[in-house]
């Protein structure tokens, strides 16, 4: 089993930033892909990030690309969103992921429980 916490949203406003941090413990943080995931109210759950096992390779989705950076820290067993530039439509509950495998093959095993990021205009 994996436990996933997530940690770092907040109220924020227009063209501000906040990272988010999402704890691991369980099973081998260092050989799984992770990722990031968000749901706005009343809208389904979309992609947002995912990284490899060693942080070597990241995807974004469009809607993100240049303005969050997802990093990990195998030595904390520590996964990290940077968002910048933020809009408010990013506003939503951010949810922290992991695989099974060490690179993203579609999708994910392991969910925390969410942190809300709210940013206003």
């Known amino acids: 089993q994996v436990q996933l916490v997530e940690s770092g949203g907040g109220a924020v406003q227009a063209g501000g930033s906040l990272r988010l941090s999402c704890a691991a413990s369980?099973?081998?943080?260092?050989?799984?892909?992770m990722g990031w995931f968000r749901q706005a109210p009343g809208k389904e759950r979309e992609f947002v990030a995912h990284?490899?096992?060693?942080?070597?390779?990241?995807i974004y989705a469009e809607s993100v690309k240049g303005r969050f950076t997802i990093s990990r820290d195998n030595t904390k067993n520590t996964l990290y969103l940077q968002m910048n530039s933020l809009k408010p439509e990013d506003t939503a509950v951010y949810y922290c992921?992991?695989?099974?495998?060490?690179?993203?093959?579609?999708?994910?095993?392991?969910w925390g429980k969410g942190t809300l990021v709210t940013v206003s205009s």
């Open positions: 369980g099973r081998t943080f260092s050989s799984s892909v």
């Open positions: 992921a992991a695989g099974s495998t060490r690179y993203y093959i579609g999708g994910m095993d392991y």
């Open positions: 990284i490899n096992w060693s942080g070597s390779s990241s």
